[in-house]
């Protein structure tokens, strides 16, 4: 079964059969996991980068996650701050923008 488009052909069949493959290769490599989980063990505490966690601490934050992420792009990020008002029609009028001008690109490509 062929579903022509104008531009070349759909071959549904073949996609099904190559998400299945797909879904297939990730159960196979699934399967070749570890087993050696244990609850109620320290395998349960989280990782952050061999440091344990302080005592009545609520969780571990973004901030400190990705601290080396934020320091090593932090020019660029400052700049984008200026963009955050935390207003949400000004996020509203960027996503109208910004769809304009993909719109336009479209039209005129």
């Known amino acids: ?9 759909w071959g549904p069949i073949v996609w099904a059969i190559l998400a299945l ?6 159960f ?6 570890r087993r050696t989980y244990k609850r109620g063990t320290e395998q349960e505490e989280p990782f952050l980068s061999g440091e344990k966690l ?3 601490a609520p969780g571990i934050g973004g901030t400190h996650l990705y601290w080396g992420f934020t320091e090593a792009l932090k020019p660029f990020l400052s700049r984008l701050a200026a963009f955050h008002t935390g207003f949400v029609g000004d ?6 923008v910004i769809l ?8 005129l490509t």
């Open 28 to 33: 196979a490599v699934w399967l070749q996991g």
């Open 21 to 26: 493959g797909i879904a297939a290769l990730g």
């Open 91 to 96: 996020y509203v009028g960027w996503l109208i």
């Open 1 to 9: 079964m062929r579903i022509g488009s104008g531009e070349g052909f």
């Open 54 to 56: 302080p005592p009545g």
């Open 100 to 107: 304009v001008v993909a719109i336009m690109v479209v039209i």
